[in-house]
């Protein structure tokens, strides 16, 4: 039984950081990401990284403030997001798939066939 869950949401100040963890289950997977939406916007690719070699892809608007990782058991997912602005507020959707994606992954979220149920991040 495949499960992603995410913990670690919460409120915090502009400036601010939050750590997000999604916890895997059930499956080793080739792509894991992290997807976010905000009340009236369209879900968007924040990052995502590949278990195999360790690539790296972010949002432009995250680069150098958010970080993707995975644990060396590939189970363990975490986004940690610092100068944390209010654009950055919306529920955080860890993903993931058997396929491994690229630069491709933000618009090719539909295609992970895993999701997490979310977590929201508020930035005031």
């Known amino acids: 039984h495949v499960q992603l869950v995410e913990s670690g949401g919460g409120s915090a100040l502009a400036g601010g950081s939050v750590r997000l963890s999604c916890a895997a289950s059930g499956y080793t997977f080739n792509t894991y990401s992290w997807f976010r939406q905000a009340p009236g916007k369209e879900r968007e690719g924040v990052a995502a990284?590949?278990?195999?070699?360790?690539?790296?892809y972010y949002l432009n608007s995250v680069k150098g403030r958010f970080t993707i990782s995975l644990d060396n058991a590939k189970t363990s997912l975490v986004l940690e997001m610092s100068s944390l602005t209010p654009e950055d507020t919306a529920m955080y959707y860890c993903?993931?798939?058997?396929?491994?994606?690229?630069?491709?992954?933000?618009?090719?979220?539909?295609?992970?066939?895993?999701r997490g149920q979310g977590t929201q991040v508020t930035v005031s």
């Open positions: 990284i590949d278990t195999g070699d360790g690539s790296t």
């Open positions: 993903a993931a798939d058997r396929e491994s994606y690229d630069t491709d992954y933000a618009e090719r979220c539909d295609d992970f066939g895993y």
